[in-house]
């Protein structure tokens, strides 16, 4: 079978995702299993050149995946443009996958990209969760799907925004987890650990400069200390765990939180 026919049009089929943080990372991963599997794919990003050059990149796979890929360019932490893309774009699958980090002491840390990371992380995915329920609710059915982390059980120093922002999440998720059940909607959080991805690589350089290392030195000293596995997690491995619980077969999955931290939250 080829990379561009469908591995399983069982459960996607006829469905409709919205993926936010779309144009790369785990976003563009999680975009292009779905879109694989063929579902239609609603790809949200600030970076419309980014969700461009995904599709342009589906193109040359297939032209079939391409036009599965809706891309919609939107700033998350623009609250109201969060509510207008809910109510337009009814979703049978949900992946809130958006995020940025800043890395500083709290007491350096700066209010208004507190404030940023928290609109962006926590307050937006509960803007399109609750936009989203209603459709999903009348269908009998719906996917939740959280991108969480390892700091959404763990906490990290220099992360105050983000690590309160997964904590949040997870919070969130379990709630929609119990207020879902009933009507055939599941939701849960997927964990990873660092993950190959432009986000990460963002981070080299301030986490050099925070803990007084060469940038060189970055990954392995403090990106990898905590893991068994000494490896970055890529993209495609999130993406697929997130197709297992978009799919039918995780109907009973619901309220959970599935690490992928290479061994980082066994100690």
Sequence with gaps: MS???PTDTSSAAGRTALVTGAASGIGAAVVRRFARDG?????????????????TDLAGESQALADLVEPVAVDLTDLAAVDALAASQPADVLVNNAGIQHVAPIQEFPPDTFDLIIALM?????RLIRGALPHMYARGWGRVINISSVHGVRASEFKSAYV????????LSKVTALEGGPHGVTSNCVNPAYVRTPLVEKQIAAQATRHGIAESEVIEQIMLAPVAVKRLVEPDEVAELVAFLASDHAASVTGSSYLMDGGWSAH
């Design 164 to 171: 309160a922002a997964k904590h949040g999440m997870e919070g």
């Design 122 to 126: 926590l307050t937006s995915p509960f």
């Design 3 to 5: 990379a561009s026919q």
């Design 39 to 55: 579902m239609t794919v609603v790809a949200v990003d600030r970076d419309a050149g980014g969700l461009t050059a995904l599709r």
